[in-house]
């Protein structure tokens, strides 16, 4: 498992612009002149579609986008290039090199795609006029920014991890793959837990995706609370689909191996979703609190641009916490010892295996994937001690029936997430051999998801009705 034997990349220098020393003053104010032209008229452009309701069309929703697009791709080059010609210094780190890397890729590929769904909106408006409010809808709008940041983030993530591959980061040799040791079952018993653990799976993508369909289709359940279960449902979905393959993959075919690329890429992945969840979960309650603690200001305060900007810091808050340790594990080099017990890439197994200091690695753990366990945790907590403290005021039997369904679902669902966590993460395991992390491990990614339409399905009047409603129109078409 040894590649070869290359020296430290610890940071890199910029040469800049070919400017003549005496010119360096003027170029200086030439480019911060227009470096704050672009963010403040891009910021002016996105107050005035948020201010102005004329202009909330697809065109100017478009625009919006593109305007912070612009502002956030000036701010990945700009910045650096202007503190480098005021001091001199030229250096840059690698962490710092890789970053600017990922959100250059990012911002550069959304500006593109976003200005393809601009010249789709104007065909749309030129070519079918009667046609145009039918087929840019909101929903076709939000899908295609969406659509774009996906596949944004998709190219850029593929291009920094092959580029943290080939920059090395200390005198170790690099390890190109590793070995999953995976479960703990006997050789005679891989058979049936394979049927069942591929049979969850199914169950889990059949059952999320039927929610979000249900969602979509029926108008009634167009409300913010299954607005962030549809979210839910697909990052479920995902969640799964990181780890569960490749351990199906790996039981039938008795190859445990898993590339380098591939591993960074499951892990980053796997504390994406993670934190997707831990933030729409944190989102639903508060949409729970509103419900039930300010009644008559519901649909005051739980607007629609609130539900998609909570969603949105989710999606970003999400990746700045897995890029951050993608990024610093990237950094290390690895040991001969190539083997990881466990089912998928973990990242605290993966530093164990590392011949590098793992100090900072160790102290961003600490610090920001504590911060996104125990805020979320904090915030749900006192959402439900209001909910709690409204209900109490007025004692009823009929009032506390009521907050009991429409929170039920969600806190049945919070207690199995964060219960899963805490037995992983935080109570200290004594078994040597991990059999007590990689179960819990297995009903933190396998049967959570998996249990998430059941309890929102059983345990929800509105998703059965809709469901009933459903089947008997496909009855009614059948005959």
């Known amino acids: 498992m040894r590649r070869d034997n290359e020296s430290s990349v610890l940071e890199f220098i910029l040469l800049g612009l070919s400017i003549r020393p005496e010119e360096q003053g003027l170029c200086y104010a030439l480019f911060l002149a227009i470096y704050l032209t672009t963010v403040l008229g891009n910021l002016l452009i996105i107050l005035l579609i948020r201010l102005d309701s004329r202009l909330h069309t697809p065109m100017y929703f478009f625009l919006s986008h593109l305007a912070f697009t612009d502002i956030s791709f000036s701010s990945v080059t700009a910045p650096k290039m202007l503190m480098n010609m005021l001091t001199q210094s030229r250096s840059i780190s690698y962490a710092g090199c890789i970053s600017q890397v990922y959100f250059f890729l990012l911002f550069g590929d ?12 104007r065909y749309v408006a030129i070519c079918h006029p009667l046609h145009y409010t039918t087929i840019m809808s909101q929903k076709l709008c939000f899908l295609l920014v969406i659509v774009s940041w996906a596949l944004s983030f998709a190219v850029a993530i593929v291009h920094t991890l092959l580029l943290t591959r080939a920059m090395p980061g200390e005198n170790h040799s690099t390890g190109s793959g590793f070995l999953l040791l995976g479960l703990p079952i006997q050789p005679e018993h891989q058979g049936v837990f394979y049927a069942l653990f591929l049979a969850m799976y199914l169950t ?16 009634r359940l167009h409300t913010p609370m299954y ?6 449902a697909f990052t479920d979905i995902s969640f799964a689909s990181v780890t569960i393959p490749k351990m199906l993959t790996s039981m039938q075919t008795q190859d445990r191996s898993i590339s380098y690329p591939g591993c960074i890429a499951q892990m980053y992945f796997f504390i994406f979703f993670t934190d997707m969840d ?26 629609e641009e609130l539900c998609i900007l909570l969603v949105a810091a989710s999606w970003v808050l999400s990746c700045a916490s897995a890029l951050s340790h993608t990024l610093l594990l990237a950094r290390l080099s690895f040991c001969a010892d ?8 973990e990242l605290a197994a993966l530093l164990k295996l590392s011949c590098s200091d793992t100090s900072l690695n160790e102290l961003i753990i600490f610090t920001v994937g504590l911060a996104v366990i125990t805020i979320p945790l904090l915030c749900i907590l006192i959402s ?40 992983v993460y935080f109570i200290p395991s004594f078994d040597t051999t991990n059999v007590k992390d990689i179960v819990a491990s297995v009903m933190f990614t396998v049967v959570t998801p998996l249990l998430n339409p059941f309890i929102y399905s059983l ?4 998703m059965k009705g809709a469901l009933e409603k459903h089947i008997h129109r496909v009855k009614i078409t059948s005959q």
């Not at 959304?110 to 909106?121: G, K, P, Q, R, V």
């Not at 889990?204 to 108008?219: E, Q």
């Not at 607005?227 to 839910?232: Q, V, Y």
């Not at 729409?280 to 607007?303: E, F, G, N, Q, W």
């Open 110 to 121: 959304l500006d593109n795609f976003l200005l393809t769904s601009m010249a789709y909106d």
């Open 204 to 219: 889990t993508v059949l059952g999320n995706l039927l929610i979000i369909l249900l969602i979509w289709l029926d108008s």
């Open 227 to 232: 607005f962030f279960l549809s979210h839910l």
């Open 278 to 303: 831990n933030f729409l979960l944190s989102s639903m309650v508060y949409d729970r609190y509103v419900a039930i603690c300010h009644p008559l200001r519901y649909t005051t305060i739980m607007k």
């Open 338 to 345: 190539n083997t990881i017990p466990h089912f998928f890439c």
């Open 384 to 423: 439900y001690g209001c909910i709690g403290a409204t209900i109490l005021k007025v004692p009823s039997t009929k009032g506390i029936w009521k907050a009991l369904s429409t929170c039920g679902s969600h806190l049945c669902v919070v207690s199995l997430y964060y219960g899963t966590i805490i037995g």
């Open 459 to 462: 345990r929800n009047r509105d």
